[in-house]
């Protein structure tokens, strides 16, 4: 079937250029993320349907949990882990690590650039749809700035995914792995939901925090693979062996800089 592909196509499919078709996948990838949330950002600013299923959403949601104070306090807490306060004592901590296991430099890069960049993308956006936050009957907790996208949801979504494909080599079995992605999926969905539950986000705030800041990630982590492409290191599966498996050993807990 490639025969009948024109030849610039027909080179990224090629067996034999696979970083080609890597790039190409990314791009397509990318897109398809970027297609929904431009859909999703029309909705908001157009006040489509979308958005008043929102309101609607987010006034039962708060009329359920305002009743019960353990369940306030259970969120609250959730919420706590997408601060941005908490992501600077994380995303810190771990390039401390980093840097003394190896330095490993191009990983703290990675860190850095994909979590401060992700809130960046989020504030631009923020400002440029100017969304209010939800009014609700009963109201729990006070949220600042604007409302879409969210970026808890967006935040979560990037650092703790960038956190994850840095440190998933430590787990040398598949099944630890997908432990790992599992629980940092929950994380993340746990967070996005007590958005919602606290009344300080619509659904279609959510959803959009973790459309871009799933776009954001994979941007992030196709220009770490064209990085080690082009210092001749292999291709990688970041989903089963994280963004540098190279990394496992010097990684772990009991390795140190002077071992």
């Given at each position: 079937?490639?025969?009948?592909?024109?030849?610039?196509?027909?080179?990224?499919?090629?067996?034999?250029?696979?970083?080609?078709?890597?790039?190409?996948?990314?791009?397509?990838?990318?897109?398809?993320?970027?297609?929904?949330?431009?859909?999703?950002?029309?909705?908001?600013?157009?006040?489509?349907?979308?958005?008043?299923?929102?309101?609607?959403?987010?006034?039962?949601?708060?009329?359920?949990?305002?009743?019960?104070?353990?369940?306030?306090?259970?969120?609250?807490?959730?919420?706590?882990?997408?601060?941005?306060?908490?992501?600077?004592?994380l995303i810190g901590g771990a390039?401390?690590?980093?840097?003394?296991?190896?330095?490993?430099?191009?990983?703290?890069?990675?860190?850095?650039?994909?979590?401060?960049?992700?809130?960046?993308?989020?504030?631009?956006?923020?400002?440029?749809?100017?969304?209010?936050?939800?009014?609700?009957?009963?109201?729990?907790?006070?949220?600042?700035?604007?409302?879409?996208?969210?970026?808890?949801?967006?935040?979560?979504?990037?650092?703790?995914?960038?956190?994850?494909?840095?440190?998933?080599?430590?787990?040398?079995?598949?099944?630890?792995?997908?432990?790992?992605v599992a629980l940092t999926a929950?994380?993340?969905?746990?967070?996005?939901c007590s958005r919602l539950m606290?009344?300080?986000?619509?659904?279609?705030?959510?959803?959009?925090?973790?459309?871009?800041?799933?776009?954001?990630?994979?941007?992030?982590?196709?220009?770490?693979?064209?990085?080690?492409?082009?210092?001749?290191?292999?291709?990688?599966?970041?989903?089963?062996?994280?963004?540098?498996?190279?990394?496992?050993?010097?990684?772990?807990?009991?390795?140190?800089?002077?071992?």
């Open positions: 079937m490639r025969m009948w592909l024109p030849d610039a196509v027909r080179a990224r499919f090629d067996p034999g250029g696979r970083y080609g078709l890597r790039v190409t996948l990314v791009a397509i990838a990318i897109v398809l993320v970027a297609v929904p949330f431009s859909s999703l950002t029309f909705q908001v600013l157009a006040d489509g349907p979308i958005t008043r299923v929102d309101g609607d959403i987010a006034n039962r949601l708060n009329d359920w949990v305002h009743r019960s104070e353990l369940a306030v306090t259970v969120l609250e807490a959730i919420s706590w882990l997408g601060r941005p306060v908490w992501f600077y004592v390039c401390v690590y980093l840097w003394r296991h190896g330095p490993r430099k191009r990983l703290i890069i990675f860190l850095v650039v994909t979590s401060l960049g992700g809130g960046l993308v989020d504030t631009a956006v923020k400002i440029a749809v100017d969304r209010p936050r939800p009014v609700v009957d009963h109201p729990i907790a006070t949220a600042f700035g604007k409302s879409f996208p969210s970026g808890h949801a967006m935040s979560s979504l990037v650092c703790y995914g960038a956190l994850m494909l840095v440190f998933l080599p430590v787990f040398r079995s598949r099944t630890a792995r997908h432990v790992v929950l994380i993340v969905l746990a967070i996005g606290l009344g300080v986000h619509f659904v279609s705030d959510v959803v959009g925090g973790y459309v871009l800041g799933a776009a954001w990630l994979v941007g992030a982590v196709a220009a770490f693979e064209i990085w080690r492409v082009e210092t001749g290191r292999r291709p990688t599966a970041p989903l089963e062996e994280g963004v540098e498996p190279e990394a496992a050993a010097a990684l772990a807990p009991h390795h140190s800089s002077s071992s």
